[in-house]
């Protein structure tokens, strides 16, 4: 199993400056990942994939990056809207074996 | 509009069974995978089931094998998850998801089951 590792576990930023989000994985997933936010009782929502895509309709200011086995979410500038749990998922193996990171809460500072 | 609604959650006792269903709408339900996606409360999110888009193949999470079985009836534009054998580590809001590029492009909004005595 593919084993997600996310950090840090919570980040503190204020509106308006950049937030920087990682995920590692366990062994390589080339471009196989995806990011997704949700909200507290909301379900989470697609932001990424193939690593550095956006979703339909996801703002600029969220960007992905890397490949293999480290991969950053960057925010360029924080909303307030932004706030919320940020998780990552690999999809590289077949037969599925589809994994979430345990997610980093952004919080306001 | 894509929307998928969950239902059939509740609270079972341990051993028991629960049906979960996930009617969508808004888009070629045939044409895509489908999945299920749970959050036990306070946690992360865990995949659990998918299903190819004319139910041939499904595959599972290792420890639901055996207990639970994806379905889909194309037809009426549903997923299903029966749940057999049920355990308290089961609990959770459990999510129907549109499979695209094999990440969830669309949720629905989650039916909890509670799985105690």
């Known amino acids: 199993e593919i084993v997600m590792t996310q950090s840090p576990a919570t980040l503190s930023v204020s509106p308006g400056e950049r937030a920087t989000l990682s995920c590692r994985a366990s062994?390589?997933?080339?471009?196989?990942l995806a990011w997704y936010q949700q909200k507290p009782g909301q379900a989470p929502r697609l932001l990424i994939y193939?690593?550095?895509t956006r979703a339909t309709g996801i703002p600029a200011r969220f960007s992905g990056s890397g490949s293999g086995t480290e991969f950053t979410l960057t925010i360029s500038s924080l909303q307030s809207e932004d706030f919320a749990v940020y998780y990552c998922q690999q999809y590289k193996n077949w037969p599925p074996e589809y994994t979430f990171g345990q997610g980093t809460k952004l919080d306001i500072k | 509009e894509v929307q998928l609604v969950e239902s059939g959650g509740g609270l079972v006792q341990p051993g028991g069974s629960l049906r979960l269903s996930c009617a969508a709408s808004g888009f070629t339900f045939s044409s895509y995978w489908m999945k299920w996606v749970r959050q036990a409360p306070g946690k992360g999110l865990e995949w659990v089931a998918s299903?190819?888009?004319?139910?041939?193949?499904?595959y599972y999470v290792d420890y639901v094998k055996g207990r639970f079985t994806i379905s889909r009836d194309n037809a009426k534009n549903s997923l299903y998850l029966q749940m057999n054998s049920l355990r308290a580590e089961d609990t959770a809001v459990y999510y129907c998801a549109r499979e695209w590029y094999s990440t969830g492009d669309y949720w629905g909004q989650g039916t909890l089951v509670t799985v105690s005595s």
């Open positions: 193939g690593a550095s």
């Open positions: 062994q390589s997933v080339s471009s196989n």
């Open positions: 299903i190819k888009q004319d139910g041939s193949e499904k």
